[in-house]
């Protein structure tokens, strides 16, 4: 079925699984032709991934949908919530629609500056963004109620578990190849894992930032 606008994209996801009511409305609000390149718009309400420039891509919205839903399932909407992995910023508009504060950590610069620019489009003032390498986090501005990291990790982030807030959910995907999403819960400092789901993000690379 061709999704043609955020309602419809709503509505599919709906079918697919999603449940929240508050994710599906976001989505449904959110206009992610905003987020594509122009010759892409055709296509923005598609549940699909699609490219952003410089070998990255915009999430496919049931990844997005459900993410949010997994973190929602944990922490309320007055959260403070880390991103890893700006890049088009689509993400970072629907937690920022939904949370009180996100915190969102790029390392390619013109991605970064780009989603800066759609969030002042969209009035959502309750954005920090950060040049950095998203596997050491944002320290600064630990804890996090949440944390949600859109590319995939070789290995689990420890910078990341240890800006964690207890009684917070970490949503990431780990793997190579075969990635699976996981949700780390932190208790009482001990860490709980479960494996939601296979998916397939673009890795979260080591080292220098762009
Ligand atoms: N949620 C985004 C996903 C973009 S793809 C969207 O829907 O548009 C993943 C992003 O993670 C890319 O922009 C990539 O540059 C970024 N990324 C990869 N490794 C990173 C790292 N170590 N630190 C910060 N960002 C990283």
């Known amino acids: 079925m061709k999704t043609r606008s955020g309602a419809q994209l709503a509505q599919l996801l709906a079918e697919k699984g999603i449940k929240n009511s508050l994710v599906l ?28 420039g410089q070998r990255q891509t915009i999430s496919q919205p049931y990844t997005v949908a459900r993410m949010t839903e997994l973190l929602l399932e944990k922490v309320g909407k007055d959260s403070r919530v880390l991103e890893i992995g700006t890049g088009s910023g689509y993400q970072t508009a629907i937690l920022a629609s939904i949370f009180d504060q996100v915190c969102s950590v790029e390392r390619i610069k ?19 963004m950060k040049h950095s390498d998203g596997w050491l986090g944002w320290a600064s501005k630990s804890p996090f109620d949440a944390i949600i990291v859109t590319a995939a990790a070789s290995k689990m982030p420890q910078a990341l578990l240890e800006q964690l807030a207890d009684g917070g959910r970490l949503v990431i995907p780990i793997g190579d190849t075969e990635q699976r999403l996981m949700c780390m819960d932190k208790i009482d400092e001990q860490v709980n894992e479960q494996v939601i789901e296979q998916v397939n993000f673009v890795p979260l690379v080591s080292g220098e930032v762009l």
Not at 25 to 52: D, G, K
Not at 110 to 128: G, S
């Open 25 to 52: 409305e976001t989505i449904a609000n959110t206009p992610r032709a905003l987020f594509v390149p122009a010759s892409l718009t055709h296509q923005a309400f598609e549940n699909t991934a699609l490219p952003i």
């Open 110 to 128: 013109t991605l970064q500056f780009q989603a800066k620019r759609r969030m002042n489009q969209l009035d959502l003032h309750n954005v920090k």
